[in-house]
């Protein structure tokens, strides 16, 4: 059985930063390729980053490029979201998510498997 708990979420100011974690059991890790959605009050929720099984290859929306990082460190079974220059669209509900195929198509990539999610709140 598959389990994802995110960690790290919370209250920032505009330009601040928050690093996400998200600690994975009951299944072997580096089989799964990982991302991250979030959701914010009153919208369906949406694709962030993905990374793939092996970690050599990243997939962002665009509306996060150049300011969100995605990681994985297989020997700790966790996948990490670097979150960098935040602003307050950023505020959502962030998501962890896995599932063994690749995230090949970017953001078309869904999990199959989720956490249950942590607050990210960005003040202007």
């Known amino acids: 059985q598959v389990q994802l708990v995110e960690s790290g979420g919370g209250l920032v100011q505009a330009g601040g930063s928050l690093r996400l974690s998200c600690a994975a059991s009951g299944h072997t890790f580096s089989s799964y390729a990982m991302g991250w959605f979030r959701q914010a009050p009153g919208k369906e929720r949406e694709f962030v980053v993905a990374i793939n099984r092996s970690g050599t290859s990243t997939y962002y929306a665009e509306s996060v490029k150049g300011r969100f990082t995605i990681s994985r460190g297989n020997a700790r079974n966790t996948v990490y979201l670097q979150m960098n220059n935040l602003k307050p669209e950023d505020t959502a509900i962030y998501y962890c998510?896995?599932?063994?195929?690749?995230?090949?198509?970017?953001?078309?990539?869904?999990?199959?498997?989720w956490g249950q999610g942590t607050q990210v709140t960005v003040s202007s």
């Open positions: 998510a896995a599932a063994i195929r690749e995230p090949t198509y970017g953001s078309r990539w869904r999990g199959d498997h």
